[in-house]
Nanobody, 120 residues
């Protein structure tokens, strides 16, 4: 069982930056692929980035967002730069065993989400 708690969301102006954190419980954190997803009102949950031994990004955030992890702290991060109004959403971290997936249905554990609002 893995419990995930996100933090770091907030209101930022377009062009600004935020860093999201996701703290995980459990002693096998390093075994999990960690993903970041987001969901805007009226839209499907969409893949943002994932990290296992490598990183993968959605095309819409490539070059602006960076996912990283600190296995000693059981924490995964999402550094978001050059934010755009279309990045506004509730951001979720998620965990799954084995390999990477960009399908939210493949992830077993989810945090409660953190709101990111980007003003134009």
């Amino acid at each position: 069982q893995v419990q995930l708690v996100e933090s770091g969301g907030g209101l930022v102006q377009a062009g600004g930056s935020l860093r999201l954190s996701c703290a995980a419980s459990g002693r096998t954190f390093s075994s999990y692929t960690m993903g970041w997803f987001r969901q805007a009102p009226g839209k499907e949950r969409e893949f943002v980035a994932a990290i296992s031994w490598s990183t993968v990004y959605a095309d819409s955030v490539k070059g602006r967002f960076t996912v990283s992890r600190d296995n000693a702290k059981n924490t995964v991060y999402l550094q978001m730069n050059s934010l755009k109004p279309e990045d506004a959403a509730v951001y979720y971290c998620a965990a799954k065993l084995r390999g990477y997936s960009d399908n939210y249905k493949a992830y077993d554990y989810w945090g409660q989400g953190t709101q990111v609002t980007v003003s134009s």
